[in-house]
């Protein structure tokens, strides 16, 4: 069974075209939380994503906006591309993208926007209904409310006690129907910030592993 890794940030080049295909680099942090008794650090990791222009083309975005957005990108780790298309350490060929929230950009935003007035408002309710709906379609696929972070499943530790329980059929097929509908759990996991134990959320936990996702989303 071949691996599969995500990452999670803004690209950190700007995309190349090599007519079938396209590549980017991310970088992604290392955990600031180290396993007691461990000396090293997790030092940033520098990564070349490999896209279809497909996969490119249904992010609707253009290639001058594409490094001001931050992305999750799903794939499987590839030691053996061209040098000179992997300025990363490792490359990514990439099976799913998709562009998610920025919490620091938004709140930019949310600084900088005035209150909007009764003149604006009026301009807002004139505004032809069809450009409503492509403002609609570019919005990007939102990780759910409250995330903190992404983390593997694998690093999450699970108390003996939750193991004996197994969540209600209601429960899982709610869960089930979100990460069909949205490809993750419809809430953030909740985990203790030190050990990765799991707190809360127990029944999001048991039907994740099940649909054998690689990273959820998780609160403090």
């Not at 680099?25 to 090293?40: R, T, V």
């Not at 609707?60 to 298309?85: A, K, M, T, Y």
């Not at 403002?135 to 530790?157: A, H, N, S």
């Not at 709610?174 to 509908?181: D, L, P, R, T």
Request: hydrophobic residues 30%; charged residues 30%; neutral net charge.
């Amino acid at each position: 069974m071949a691996h599969k890794i995500s990452v999670t940030g803004r690209p950190t080049s700007s995309i190349q075209d090599h007519d079938k295909y396209l590549t980017f680099d991310m970088a992604e942090k290392g955990s600031p939380n180290a396993p007691q008794g461990i000396p090293f650090q997790s030092n940033a990791i520098t990564y070349t994503v490999v896209l279809s222009s497909k996969q490119f083309k249904k992010l609707n975005i253009n290639q001058e906006e594409f490094s001001q957005r931050r992305f999750l990108v799903q794939g499987e780790p590839c030691l053996d591309i061209p040098f000179e298309q992997c300025a990363g350490e490792i490359g990514v060929i990439c099976m799913q993208i998709q562009e998610i929230e920025d919490k620091e950009k938004e709140k930019k935003q949310t600084k900088q926007t005035p209150k909007k007035g009764s003149r604006a408002k009026k301009q807002e309710e004139s505004q032809p209904q069809e450009e409503i709906k492509q403002e609609q379609e570019k919005k990007p696929l939102l990780v759910p409310k409250g995330t903190r972070d992404w983390m593997f499943l694998e690093e999450i530790k699970v108390p003996e006690a939750f193991l004996q329980f197994t969540p209600g059929i209601a429960k899982q097929k709610a869960v089930e129907e979100s990460i069909e509908k949205n490809g993750t759990v419809d809430k953030p996991i909740i985990i203790d910030p030190d050990t990765h134990e799991l707190v809360d959320s127990y029944s999001r936990y048991f039907v994740a592993k099940k649909k054998n996702l690689d990273r959820v989303p998780v609160h403090y």
